[in-house]
């Protein structure tokens, strides 16, 4: 059985709602486009966390070399005094 009856609009239906339907559809769409714009935002924000974070790394191990370099100081220090010491002990 076929429906030969064609679509219509019928003039009982207000036109507040038609522009209610465009008040949407365009609030969609600049929802959209400040999602995008947001997500270009983050997006250059966390690049410069990227390097900072780069940064933060290569500072941390050039400290790790210098701390490794003063503990061998101290350390050859401690036996420059631990031998005077001694050396003192034995006069």
């Known amino acids: 059985m076929a429906h030969t009856e064609q679509w219509h609009l019928s003039r009982s239906v207000p036109i507040s709602i038609f522009i209610g339907l465009g008040v949407q559809a365009a609030a969609a769409v ?3 486009s400040q999602m995008s714009s947001d997500i270009a935002t983050n997006k250059k924000h966390i690049e410069r966390l990227d390097i900072q974070v780069e940064e933060i790394r290569d500072t ?3 400290q790790a070399v210098q701390l490794g370099r003063i503990e061998a100081q ?3 220090l401690m036996d420059k005094t631990d031998r005077i010491l001694m050396a003192m002990e034995r006069q």
Do not use: P
Request: avoid cysteine; hydrophobic fraction near 80%; charged fraction near 10%.
């Open 74 to 76: 101290i350390d050859a």
């Open 60 to 62: 941390a191990s050039a």
């Open 30 to 32: 600049w929802m959209f």
